[in-house]
């Protein structure tokens, strides 16, 4: 992220949201309010004093992020942290018989397969990684149609597996370990307060506004309030937690 921020070292536009998110991050929370006066240079449906969804922040971000990246013609590193490839495989029903993990939801298509001729039979279309990135971020849909709250809990895991889901012949990290989450709490879309369980090392913190607390892995399983973006990291091999 260091790298990042100083690509913009002579930047001399006041309005620059990048800049503004280096002082921010070197010079603390006091800085906070320059940040959040330019996040609608970025952000242009973001309104202060209403909440906004924690998601399309953090996807705003690092899209500004990466375009800095673009304009200066720097690797900064986004792209070797979040980076990877799905790969879509179409697969006939009629001459091969595969299941597919729910996890990746094969999808029903009308197709004509090249390996047993026949046509328009159904066939499902699915997904499976080609690589996987360093950090895994999965945004979990928390409202439906009528932009009602969707409150259901969610279980969950510690450890992520991915080996059912990667593409033939791919050797690759297929292992991931939970090290954040974003809560929301509150009944509404339209309302609310996020607030985040981080891991360092090993220990959990919880991070309410300025306040950091120390909590158990137990906590983060019984918080009531709704998980809304998890946060994976893939480990190498062999595994080491």
Known sequence: MNRILQLHDNCSDDRCFTCKFRDFIEEGPGTAAPLIRQLNTVWHEYR?????????????????VWSTCIETNQDCGVRNIFYGIQKSTVVCDTCVSQAVEEYFAAVPVEYNCLVCNSKDRSA?????????????????????????????????????????????GKELEDKAQL???????????????????VKFGQHWFKIDD???????ELSLKNCKDQEYILFYRTLPRPYIS
């Open 124 to 168: 499902k279309k699915m997904t499976t990684l080609d690589s996987i990135p360093k950090n895994i971020v999965i945004h979990l849909k928390r409202f439906n149609g009528t932009l009602r709250k969707v409150s259901k809990k969610v279980d969950v895991s510690f450890d992520l597996y991915l080996r059912n889901h990667v593409s033939n």
């Open 48 to 64: 202060f004093g209403k909440q906004q969804d924690a998601h399309e922040f953090f996807v705003k971000l690092m899209q500004e």
């Open 210 to 216: 300025m306040k950091i607390t120390s909590i158990t």
């Open 179 to 197: 090290f954040g989450v974003i809560f929301h709490a509150g009944r509404s879309t339209s309302n609310g307060h996020y607030y985040a369980f």
